[in-house]
């Protein structure tokens, strides 16, 4: 209808390469005409990008998944690409599909926070493809692709240290499950720290599941067992919060009895009556620093895989005692 070539509409579509200012005229009435718009799977198939991203997230249900996709989103977002939300719920098969799905897609590239993808999964989906990739948070070990964490380790030691620092003489700790790397690295802190102590005992590492109903359960079980436990350091807030819930329940006052320490720093730990204690993530910049990462690699700026370690602080509230001055 514009009388000119595909690759003159091209041109005038992808601003790229000349065209005189009358056949770009002639091309966009024709184009406001048809209503047209670029096809993305059309343009994926032609070897270009559909200026599209996916990340797979383990547990939409968890507050910490979406404000690290917020942080996607916003950075993608920036460099002009879409961002596709896909929840595996941990489940590996359902990883698979996804990217099955996605690959048919022609998507530019994948984060995920996955710890069922294996290296050979990875090995497939990232070298046939050559898609590029990166890992976050709950990454298997030896990736062939970037990876962005925090340090999990330091941060269960800097919980132990605070909750000794105020004069807890007995300190628990609920750990998530351990099929998680990141629920591993915060119970090894926690034991390398405590097990030198006369009170130490196994018993009271106690697993809980990363979720609210589990640090309830966890902190039933403790105080059970021990209950002179008078410090608690939970491997997620939500555990923390679930353990808060046990002791408002159990008529046991907090920090007063018992001082509780998270693991996260999602917005929920200022909602509660004492708002929780807890070790945050810098969670947006993880998020941030995933789909930087990420679009480099589309781009070809960044091709060398490289972990980024990121520094996690102490955010001191109301479920922990004051230290003695
Ligand atoms: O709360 C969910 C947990 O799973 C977070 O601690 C995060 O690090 C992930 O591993």
Redesign the pocket.
């Known amino acids: 209808m514009a009388g000119v070539s595909v690759a003159t509409v091209s041109r005038v579509i992808n601003q790229n390469g000349y065209v005189t200012k009358d056949t770009e005229q002639k091309v966009r009435k024709v184009i406001e005409l048809l209503h047209y718009e670029p096809n993305a799977v059309a343009r994926g198939l032609a070897g270009k990008q559909t200026g599209t991203i996916a990340f797979i997230l ?2 939409i249900s ?1 507050p ?2 979406p404000e690290v996709a917020r942080a996607v989103e916003d950075v993608a977002q920036a460099h002009g690409y879409t961002v596709i939300l896909c929840n595996s719920d941990d489940e590996g098969h359902k990883e698979r599909s996804y990217i099955e799905v996605l690959k048919k897609k022609y998507i530019d590239g994948i984060i995920f ?1 996955s710890n069922t993808m294996g290296q050979e999964d990875m090995q497939k989906l990232y070298h046939i493809d050559d898609l590029p990739v990166v890992a976050l ?2 990454a298997p070990t030896n990736q062939t692709c970037s990876v962005i964490r ?1 340090k ?1 380790y330091a941060g269960a030691q800097m919980a132990v240290n605070h909750l000794l620092s105020i004069g807890c003489r007995k300190i628990a700790h609920i750990y ?1 499950p351990p099929q ?1 790397v ?2 591993r690295e915060r119970l090894a802190g926690y034991q390398e720290l405590v097990k030198k102590f006369p009170w130490y005992s196994p018993d009271l590492m106690v697993p809980g599941n ?1 979720h609210l109903d589990g640090g309830m359960k966890a902190a039933e079980q403790l105080l059970r067992a021990h209950p002179d436990v008078d410090g608690i350091f939970a ?4 555990m923390a919060l679930g353990a808060l819930k046990t002791m408002s329940r159990l008529g046991i006052r907090v920090p007063e009895q018992i001082s509780i320490c998270g ?2 720093g ?1 917005a929920l730990t200022a909602v509660t009556e004492p708002e929780l204690t807890t070790i945050a ?1 810098p969670i947006y910049e993880m998020g941030a620093t995933a789909a930087r990462v990420l679009i480099e690699k589309i781009q070809g700026n960044d091709t060398n895989a490289q972990e980024y370690e990121l520094e996690v602080e102490l955010v001191e509230r109301g479920t922990t005692r004051k230290k003695v001055t």
């Open positions: 383990p547990d968890n910490f998944f926070a948070d709950r925090s999990n998530g998680f990141t629920a990363f491997g997620n807030d939500l693991f996260d999602i993530q």
